[in-house]
C-alpha cells in the first residue's frame, strides 16, 4: 500500500524494505563475485544493479521513488539509536565507577585537592578516549546483530557513532567526573559520620 512518509513508523517500514533489499543485493553480489571471479567494478555494478531492482519494485508497492527509497537507508529508528548508547552507557558507567575507586585509594582527599582533580582529569581523559573506542566496538556489533550479516561492508560507514566521536568524548568525560564527586561525596560523608569524627 502506499505509505505516508511524514509518519515515523510508516518511514520506519520503508526503511525495513530499503535494507532487507540492500541485503539481498549484497549477498547476490558475493555470490555473483566468487562465481565469477568478478573485479570490485563488477561487484559494484551487480550489486547496484540488483538494488535498483528491488528498489524499483518497493517504490511501486508503496507508492515512493527509487531514490525516496534508498534515501531510507539512512533513516534510523530513534530507539536503535537510543539503545546502542544507553546500553553501553551503562557498561562504561559500570567500569568507570570500578576506576573510580582505583583511583580515590591512590589519592584520598587528605592528601589534598589540587591532587585529586589532576588524577580525575587525567584519568577521565584516558578512560573516555578508550570507551569512545570501545564504544565504536560495540555499536559495530550491534549493527551487524541488527542487519543480520557481518559483511557490512560500506553499511559500517552509516554507523552513527563513528560520526560523533568528539560529543561522545566528552559524554564519557562528563560520566567519569560525575561519578568521581559522588564517590568523594559520600566519602566525606562517611568520614563526618563515623563515631571517631564525632568523637574528636
Known sequence: ??????????????????LFAEELAIRYADSHTKRHSATDED????????????FDVIGRNHGVTRERTREALLYRRPSQVLAVILSFALLYALAAAGIVRLVARRYPLEEGWSEVLVAVLFTSTVVSITGVLLG???AFLLETYRLGNDHLSYRADRIPWAHHRLILFIGGVVI??????????????????????SAS
Open 176 to 197: 567519569f567526573w560525575l561519578i568521581a564527586g559522588l564517590h568523594y561525596r559520600l566519602g566525606v560523608r562517611a568520614r563526618l559520620s563515623s563515631p571517631l569524627t
Open 43 to 54: 561487484y559494484g555494478q551487480a550489486r547496484e544493479r540488483c538494488m535498483a531492482e528491488l
Open 136 to 138: 565504536e566496538v560495540w
Open 1 to 18: 500500500m502506499p505509505l505516508d512518509l511524514s509518519k515515523p513508523m510508516q518511514l520506519g517500514h520503508l526503511s525495513d524494505d530499503a
